[in-house]
């Protein structure tokens, strides 16, 4: 298999349509997939409409294209990262996502007609050794109008974008099970953008959804959903960092199970990623010891008291009067998502650590744990 490839003229027009609905590419990288093939993926970087990094196949890098006779339609995908991503970077454990779409644009090439929204693309080799993503649910592009999902080229022939959701092979077997539908609600994150390293929900996920669903406290998919829907200046450990401050405080407390203390890591700079990788992106109630598991459910969700969560935007709002001209200006056009924009440094995690303390020493009052 390999990637479709297409005349000057074509290439041309099919670079104006992407620039045209997807965003223009600074950046395009030439992925060998053999010796004599390889795959163009233009980078998209983020900007005031998206704050992702947009990934787009462009067919192979040749000056003489091998069409197959009479093959009218062809196929291009579009993966997307968070804003946070480097695309400098070419270690592996960054550039992964570059290898994987290449493949996958080469599997594509197997297409005959364009496949039905949900249909689950498999490339023969995974991303890196200890990533095995090597599939990939094919949707209808997010972030652009419908007539964006096709470009019209001479000659009768189109191109077809889709936007790929990358898997893990267990991932792409229940969603040929049970449907890419329940996949998606069982995946529980943001359609737009791949979390690096997430981990395989069905390794993560031990108990059951319903049970997981009574125990979740927060998910950053949710703060994802608000950066996208409202194209937010912010990107995705942003919207880990309150999650990382409640984590820390925990831990500070020994509040935390022995098993999560254990791989937790000694810096609290790096707790959003691990929240993210390790975590599947969530806070659940299981996370903390029984005998402050009622506090973190009553606080987190405010139910009959405070909730955290508006302790924080009242916090982020306050914040935001005496901030940098970039963060109040954000803080004060987006007031109810005006956390995400704070700065995540020492003094974010102590204020917000005096918050939760001050709440769990009027909690235990009030249950009379003094």
Request: overall charge negative; some cysteine; charged content about 25%.
């Amino acid at each position: 298999m390999k990637p479709e490839s297409y005349l000057m003229q074509e290439r041309r027009l099919l670079e104006h349509h992407v620039q045209a609905f997807f965003g223009r590419f600074e950046t395009i990288l030439h992925e060998a997939l053999s010796p004599d093939v390889s795959a163009d993926i233009g980078i998209i970087p983020p900007s005031k409409e998206r704050s992702c990094h947009t990934l787009v196949s462009l067919g192979e890098s040749s000056a003489a294209p091998n069409q197959e006779q009479g093959k009218s339609d062809s196929i291009q995908l579009l993966l997307f990262l968070p804003g946070d991503w480097n695309p400098d970077d070419r270690r592996e454990e960054q550039y992964w996502p570059v290898r994987l779409l290449a493949r996958l644009s080469a599997a594509a090439g197997c297409f005959r007609e364009p496949p039905a929204n949900g249909t689950i693309l498999k490339t023969n080799s995974p991303a890196q050794e200890n990533l095995p993503m090597s599939h990939a649910l094919l949707l209808a592009p997010s972030c652009s109008p419908s007539k964006g999902s096709c470009c019209r080229l001479p000659e009768g022939k189109n191109v077809h974008f889709y936007q790929a959701v990358p898997l893990y092979p267990d991932e792409a077997e229940y969603g040929c099970t049970a449907g890419s539908e329940e996949l998606l609600k069982r995946l529980n994150i943001c359609n737009s953008i791949l979390f690096p390293f997430r981990g395989d929900f069905l390794d993560c996920d031990e108990i059951s959804q319903e049970e997981a669903e009574g125990l979740l406290l927060d998910d950053v998919s949710w703060h994802l959903e608000s950066i996208q829907e409202k194209q937010l200046p912010a990107d995705t450990l942003s919207a880990c960092s309150h999650m990382a401050a409640w984590l820390h405080w925990f831990q500070k407390h020994k509040f935390l199970t022995p098993q999560l203390e254990e791989k937790l890591p000694d810096s609290c700079s790096s707790l959003r990623e691990f929240i993210l990788e390790q975590l599947n992106g969530q806070l659940l109630r299981s996370h903390f010891i029984q005998e402050v598991q009622d506090f973190a459910d009553s606080y987190y969700s405010g139910e009959n008291g405070p909730c955290f969560l508006s302790d924080l935007e009242d916090f982020a709002r306050e914040y935001g009067h005496s901030a940098d001209s970039d963060c109040a200006a954000s803080c004060a056009a987006f007031p109810e998502e005006a956390y995400l924009f704070l700065p995540y440094n020492d003094d974010y995690i102590n204020s917000i650590s005096r918050i939760i303390e001050q709440r769990w020493t009027n909690w235990q009052r009030q249950n009379n744990r003094l």
